[in-house]
């Protein structure tokens, strides 16, 4: 069974960073794109960031130049940098990531369970 574990959120200022990381575990066979949604009160759930095994990455225009997609594919774990954050930041941050598990050898898609950040002004 296959898992994704987000860590990292939490309160902070207007201009402050944070650091989110989501792990994949149990039995993975490969991890294809891996990314980070946001869905902020009363919206609809929106792409953040997404990079690619090969590094590629993707960004929403709302927070290039601010925040920074990464992964460790040894640890099978995706990261996002998050800088001079603005109170229009403030959203529950889902990890995604499209994953094969060793059965069965097809990709699925899969969501962690959320982080909350609040970015206060």
């Known amino acids: 069974q296959v898992q994704l574990v987000e860590s990292g959120g939490g309160l902070v200022q207007a201009g402050g960073s944070l650091r989110l990381s989501c792990a994949a575990s149990g039995s993975i066979f490969r991890i294809n794109a891996m990314g980070w949604y946001r869905q902020a009160p009363g919206k609809q759930r929106e792409l953040v960031a997404t990079?690619?095994?090969?590094?590629?990455?993707n960004y929403a225009d709302s927070v290039k130049g601010r925040f920074t997609i990464s992964r460790d594919n040894a640890k099978n774990t995706v990261y996002l940098q998050m800088n001079s954050l603005k109170p229009e930041d403030t959203a529950v941050y889902y990890c995604?990531?499209?994953?094969?598990?060793?059965?069965?050898?097809?990709?699925?898609?899969?969501w962690g369970q959320g982080t909350q950040v609040t970015v206060s002004s």
């Open positions: 990079i690619h095994s090969g590094g590629m990455t």
């Open positions: 995604n990531a499209d994953i094969v598990p060793l059965v069965p050898r097809r990709p699925d898609d899969y």
